[in-house]
């Protein structure tokens, strides 16, 4: 997306996306949640939570899926906060590990704003680049809906290197994999699985991202980065939230163990 293309959407965006229509009331209420999920150049921003879990519960159901998935500056599913991040610091400290690698990074939005708060590690965002085609992140009904609709793909942003995951940790040899909102299948189980101390994934559950069949593997619930850590699920938040972060032994940690009779 051009800068001047950009600087109109963002400001699109600000307003309250006015072309999608509504009353002012819901034009207003996106509004309010645009400025805190992006910047006035069309960036994102990490956002306050208390502000944010504000604005959502104020934004009528239903138009949260819409601002994070098919509008101009979409798609994003985490929300990051500054609680959340320094939460994912701390856990990724204890951890005892220097470099991390993101996989499935997108815009790699998530290890700039981490590598912000924590300075002293060495974070790596990668992407294969799947889902710069927006039908490839579709289903079969969103295709057939929206195929007369100009949907943004989920481009790489500054920095994100353009790997495969496998590729990524073979090149990179991290202590830490951090994947975040892969989409369901096989590609959790094959991280743990791979030559890495730890996996930490951040998602919505299985079905949704993920699998839960991974919790075959060693692992640990990181309820205190779920308590901070925002979706685009989480419309009324002071009500329910929905991320989930499992914290995995991988192959290369000497804790690592496969249960090879599991209840899935």
């Known amino acids: 997306m051009g800068s001047a293309r950009a600087g109109s959407t963002a400001q699109e965006a600000r307003a309250g996306f006015p072309s999608r229509g509504g009353r002012p009331k819901l034009i207003a209420a996106r509004a309010a949640v645009a400025r805190l999920l992006w910047t006035a150049t069309g960036e994102r921003r990490v956002s306050p939570a208390a502000a944010l879990d504000e604005v959502l519960s104020a934004l009528p159901r239903g138009e949260l899926a819409w601002l994070s998935e ?23 400290r204890a951890c005892g590990v220097k470099r991390v690698v993101e996989v499935a ?4 939005f998530l290890a700039r704003s ?14 294969s680049g ?16 929206l195929r007369k609709e100009e949907v943004t793909g989920l481009m790489p942003g500054e920095g994100v290197r353009k790997l495969e ?48 069949r991974c919790w075959r593997f060693e692992h640990e619930f990181c309820d205190e980065l779920e308590r901070s850590a925002r979706c685009r699920l989480d419309e009324r938040p002071r009500e329910e939230l929905h991320t989930t972060v499992t ?3 991988g192959a290369a940690h000497e804790g690592y163990a496969e249960r090879r009779h599991w209840l899935f």
Not at 130 to 145: L, V
Request: no cysteine.
């Open 105 to 108: 990074a997108g815009d790699g």
């Open 114 to 127: 981490l590598a912000r708060v924590a300075p002293e590690l060495k974070i790596i965002a990668t992407d």
């Open 70 to 92: 098919f509008s101009a500056l979409g798609p994003q599913y985490l929300f990051a906060t500054a609680p959340f991040l320094r939460a994912l610091r701390a856990r990724i």
């Open 165 to 212: 995951a496998r590729a990524a940790i073979a090149e990179f040899k991290p202590d830490l994999v951090l994947a975040s909102w892969l989409p369901p299948g096989p590609t959790l189980a094959r991280l743990i699985k791979s030559q890495v101390r730890y996996v930490l994934e951040i998602g919505a559950g299985s079905g949704i991202t993920g699998d839960a």
């Open 247 to 249: 914290l995995y032994l």
């Open 130 to 145: 799947a889902w710069e085609r927006p039908f490839a992140r579709m289903n079969s009904k969103e295709r057939r809906t």
